[in-house]
């Protein structure tokens, strides 16, 4: 059983589809990102699965649990950890009183400043005000209630938006560690690099709808499409002629910026040059197989190619 | 943080675990609050003992010992300030700041939460009445009639002027509810009696008054601390018209985040 499964997810608010048939799973010791743009449906995904909304459509079980459900629930609370994207603390509570608070809700908490070395706020940070503290400070705070009880589910919503990069560090760092002790992280980032640094595997969400999901790696290896060959040459070379030559079809993508459809076989490299070549065509840049995630991302979501 | 399948050791040990730690945290949130001190105990003592010591008053209430007609109406002050005030902006920011939203994620569930806030109110308010009776003894308040029939009266306060900052907190902005309530507050001072008697206001603001809250409970005040003890029927009936509707509209509209 998935400690995380969703299947055909769809969430509305009123007449808006925020989710439109999600479906993934995520496993103990495994940490899945669902990335996407703003506004993609990522937030509302989690929340689902958190049991602040109802699915409109499709069904979503956390740990075989029924999260929407009243009696699951009870059974599920005590299970996860929750990170929202912002806030959650009692603003005028000071970080050790938060984090011994929440400690007091779980029936075998971790000790509260172990906790809140781990994720490196001692000294004056434990001991100021929530709503004094920056805001790289507030997210590890968070992170903090959200490990404290011990959760076998971590549901983190962008938990290094707006993080100094000490403050990532140090917070991918905890993240790994929740992972390599078994428990199931789902985290939402509209940050490649993030679901790049951090993932072991990455949803793609756009508009509400799954467009690819897999390990970082194997997004960026593509499929045929993806895997295409780039090269920028000067604008508007005749890409039909190119495309008969090369038996695929080339597209401009953007001013002298093209992508020929097909894998990228030594072959296929020469006969592009040398088409080139014949033209006297210079050639600016050239690349083949892997893409960064960047690549897929923006190609995915309908972002420049 | 190895998965385990937990064994949880006594659910109500557990349950009155999390109670115990969350009432202390929201009593010691209020009274570390310098605004919260100063409208809980601040100003209570400040209108007794002005007013009391200040010859100000009508003259057919400073004829008597005036603390005897300021000592009552101030009790009820201070729950209105504690439990409309204090908890209607405390609750306000709380669900700006998503620590309402948040907090539905533990196990430790909106009933319980609903509970501590009482308790912690409860607490306070226990603070105020023992600082305020002791203050005003000290000007020399006599009280008599019915001590239990005032509790009873406080109580039945304390849940009608909870329901209205709650139905401001769960349904305005954090900033706004700020206002609001320090408005109502001022407004519900100078009508409900505790101060000013109601005999001194203008028939039609007098008819206004006796609907209200606050001048309910400070009447049931005044006569359940009177020498005969007894209290008007129409205060009970306008203070438990509030005290079901005002919660009950706050449950109704309250929003959680």
Not at chain 2, 153 to 181: D, H, I, S
Not at chain 2, 231 to 256: C, E, M, S
Request: charged share 20%; aromatic share 4%.
């Amino acid at each position: 059983m998935p400690a995380i499964d969703v299947a055909s997810l769809v969430v509305r608010y009123g007449d808006v589809v925020a989710v439109d048939g999600v479906s993934f799973t995520a496993e103990a010791g495994e940490i899945v990102a669902l990335l996407g743009p703003n506004g993609a449906g990522k937030t509302s995904t989690v929340e689902t699965l958190e049991g602040y909304r109802r699915p409109a459509g499709g069904t979503v079980r956390v740990l075989g649990l029924d999260p929407a459900a009243a009696a699951d629930r009870r059974a599920l609370l005590p299970r996860i950890g929750v990170m929202l994207q912002r806030g959650g603390v009692y603003p005028s509570m000071h970080a050790v009183d938060a984090v011994r608070l929440f400690a007091s809700y779980y029936a075998d908490p971790l000790d509260p400043a172990d906790v809140l070395a781990r994720v490196g706020l001692t000294g004056r940070a434990a001991r100021t005000p929530w709503r004094r503290l920056s805001g790289g400070e507030q997210q590890r705070l968070a992170l903090a209630l959200a490990l404290v009880g011990r959760p076998a589910v971590a549901f983190l919503d962008e938990p290094t938006a707006g993080v100094d990069p000490h403050g990532r560090v140090a917070i991918r760092s905890v993240v790994r560690s929740l992972r390599d002790e078994g428990v199931c992280v789902l985290l939402t980032t509209h940050e490649l690099e993030e679901a790049e640094r951090v993932a072991d595997r990455v949803v793609i969400v756009d508009h509400g709808r799954v467009v690819a999901a897999g390990t970082p790696a194997s997004l960026m290896a593509g499929d045929a499409r993806g895997n295409g060959v780039r090269f920028g040459a000067p604008p508007a070379i005749d890409v039909a002629a190119l495309g008969a030559r090369l038996g695929a079809p080339v597209v401009e993508v953007q001013p002298g910026e093209y992508r020929v459809e097909a894998a990228s076989t030594p072959q296929l490299v020469a006969d592009l040059t040398a088409w080139l070549a014949e033209r006297d065509l210079p050639l600016a840049d050239l690349r083949a197989g892997r893409h960064t995630l960047e690549d897929v991302f923006l190609r995915l979501t309908g972002g420049p190619s | 943080m190895t998965p385990r399948v937990h064994s949880v050791r006594n659910p109500d040990a557990m349950y009155s675990g999390r109670m115990v730690a969350q009432v202390g945290a929201e009593v010691r949130m209020r009274l570390r609050h310098g605004e919260t001190l100063l409208l809980a105990l601040g100003i209570p003592v400040i209108l007794l003992v002005f007013f009391s010591t200040v010859d100000v008053l009508p003259t057919d209430v400073a004829a008597d010992d005036p603390v005897d007609f300021l000592a009552p109406g101030i009790l009820a002050l201070a729950v209105m300030s504690t439990a409309m005030v204090s908890l209607g902006i405390a609750t306000g920011f709380e669900r700006q700041y998503l620590v309402l939203k948040r907090l539905g994620t533990t196990p430790l569930g909106r009933p319980a939460l609903l509970a501590a806030k009482t308790a912690a109110v409860l607490v306070v308010e226990v603070v105020q009445v023992v600082v305020l009776v002791v203050v005003a003894r000290l000007l020399g308040w006599s009280p008599d009639g019915r001590p239990l029939v005032a509790a009873a009266a406080l109580l039945l306060g304390t849940v009608a002027f909870a329901g209205l900052g709650l139905l401001m907190a769960g349904t305005l902005k954090a900033e706004v509810t700020l206002a609001a309530a320090n408005g109502l507050y001022l407004v519900l001072l100078l009508l409900g009696g505790m101060v000013v008697p109601l005999a001194e206001l203008p028939a039609p603001l007098r008819a206004v008054a006796r609907v209200l809250p606050a001048a309910a409970l400070s009447d049931a005040m005044h006569g359940a601390l009177s020498a005969a003890g007894t209290v008007p029927g129409r205060a009970w009936a306008v203070l438990a018209a509030w005290a079901v509707l005002a919660p009950l509209a706050a449950a109704r509209t309250f929003k959680w985040e």
